[in-house]
């Protein structure tokens, strides 16, 4: 990976750099809840971790920002059941 996980609030989406590519988290902002839509990773980025990358990255500022999750995404429910660190953030 070559960059970190930046929040593009204009876009309203997690983004990480990694080879010239571009992959997004999309979210939905209400009043103390994200809602994460949609998770795009470059095929030339699959099968090299940069999904998960990205929603750890995510999680993490979410949780930093302390905001509660709505996960509409099947990526994030995956990565999520896999990382039970992250439920406490569960709306």
């Known amino acids: 990976m070559t960059g970190a ?10 983004e990480l750099e990694t080879d010239g590519h571009t992959a997004y988290l999309y979210y939905q902002l209400a009043p103390s809840v994200i809602t994460l839509v949609h998770t795009e990773v470059p095929p030339a980025l699959g099968g090299r971790g940069v999904g998960s990358t990205l929603v750890r990255g995510a999680l993490d500022a979410i949780r ?6 709505v996960v509409k995404c ?14 406490d953030l569960l709306a």
């Open 5 to 14: 996980v930046r929040d593009n609030v204009a876009q309203h989406r997690f």
């Open 64 to 69: 930093a920002k302390g905001l509660k999750v």
């Open 74 to 87: 099947p990526f994030v429910a995956s990565y999520m059941g896999k990382h039970p660190e992250f439920n």
